[in-house]
Every structure is written in C-alpha cells, then in structure tokens.
C-alpha cells in the first residue's frame, strides 16, 4: 500500500506569494493531521481532520493559514500571502483510529525569500 | 497543560555503545506513550508504544517502560549502530483532545 504522499516536495517562492500544500492520505485513514517543523519550535500541530470534517485548527498561526479536506483523499494547506517565517517543513499524516499512531509523509519544505 | 520533556541532543556515541535518551511528561490522566524516529529527509515513523503503566515497547532493539510513578517513558538500546543516527521524539498521545505531543526530539549520531 501507498503511504502519505505529499506534494512538492520542495518549494521556493517569493515573499508574498501564495503557496498551496497537498496530501493524499492512506486509502482507509478518516484522520488527518497537517504539522510544522522548524528548528526553533520543533513539531508543531496545525490542524486535524476527521472524516473530512476539521476538528481542531487551534494550531493555525494566524489567518493567512487556511486547510481544506474535500474529500477522503485529498487534502490541502494554503498560506496566502507567505512570508519568510512561514520556511519550515509542512507534515501530514493519517490515522485510522484514534491510538496516536501516525503514518507521516514525507515533507514538504518550503522556503519563503 | 500538557507537555513532554525530552535530554538534549545531540547525543554522539561509538557503534555498539549503550543508548538511554530521557523522556518525562506531563499529563492530566494516562496517555499512551510513543516514540518516533525520523531519519535524515524522511518524515516520522513509529518507533515503540507502550498504552498503560508498567508495559514495555520494544522494536529493532528499542525499549521504553512506561513508569507512571515518575511519568517517564526512557529509550533505550543496548548496541547502537550507525544506521541508528536520526532524531528520536517521545510524544505522549493525548486521548482527550485528539493530540500527540511532540518533545523536541534528540538527535543521535553513531560513530564507526
């Protein structure tokens, strides 16, 4: 089976810009959970869904964040407008229950100039 | 509120050497208790587990107890090798809210 599979992988954008992140889960997984990693503040979690429905976006930074999940397969955290800060690597990971145990992607770093 | 204290990194040892990498917590109630690795560009896997006092995880040489007297869960593993060189997290899952919550993770590095 697939795993998490994210999409891109790397991106580079402008200040300003909008950036689009993209996360297929495993086929199966009803919960999905967008981290943040940086080296200043670690493992950040940013939102979570379950059953496509979001259940706590109390991670959000602020409101130029916003996650959408319009189906069981798809899901995507866009930053608009971006800014240097937002440099981290975004995460995203799925579950089947409600163990703690998380199947992450592998990444998406993104760099804001 | 809840949160997870895990040692400093980087922790540098020579292959074979004995690993203890510190975790406590702090939690309303009994959280299960994980540890994931993530190696160099990769994401995070799952690691071990341990779901109520006293048990023990254990996987490809790791083991962490579950003390609930001293909310610690410590990793350990008798003989590192180098393909063991990652950053380990601890991470309390925290039913109530849905949540697992990340130490800062230590970075192990293994020499030759």
């Known amino acids: 089976d697939a795993g998490v599979i994210q999409s891109p992988r790397h991106e580079v954008t402008e200040m300003g810009q909008e950036v689009t992140l993209r996360c297929k889960p495993i086929?199966?997984?009803?919960?999905l959970f967008w981290y943040r990693q940086t080296m200043m503040r670690g493992l950040e979690l940013l939102i979570y869904?379950?059953?496509?429905?979001?259940?706590?976006d109390s991670g959000m930074p602020e409101d130029r964040f916003s996650a959408k999940m319009p189906n069981a397969s798809f899901s995507t955290l866009k930053i608009q407008p971006s800014e240097p800060r937002d440099s981290a690597v975004y995460f995203c990971?799925?579950?089947?229950?409600?163990?703690?145990?998380?199947?992450f992607g592998e990444g998406s770093r993104l760099t804001v100039l | 509120g809840n949160s997870v204290t895990q040692m400093e990194g980087p922790v540098t040892l020579s292959e074979e050497a004995f690993l203890t990498i510190n975790c406590t917590y702090t939690?309303?109630?009994?959280?299960?208790l994980f540890w994931y690795v993530q190696y160099p560009g990769e994401g995070l896997q799952l690691l071990l587990k341990?779901?109520?006092?006293?048990d023990k995880g254990s996987n490809k040489g790791f083991e962490a107890t579950y003390r609930k007297e001293t909310t610690s869960f410590h990793l350990e593993k008798g003989s590192v090798q180098v393909s063991d060189s990652a950053v380990y997290f601890c991470?309390?899952?925290?039913?109530?809210?849905?949540?697992?919550?990340f130490g800062s993770g230590t970075r192990l590095l293994v020499r030759p």
């Open positions: 869904f379950n059953n496509n429905v979001p259940i706590d």
């Open positions: 939690a309303t109630g009994y959280p299960s």
């Open positions: 991470a309390p899952w925290m039913d109530s809210s849905y949540k697992l919550i």
């Open positions: 990971a799925s579950t089947f229950d409600s163990t703690g145990e998380l199947f």
């Open positions: 341990a779901t109520k006092a006293d």
């Open positions: 086929s199966g997984h009803d919960y």
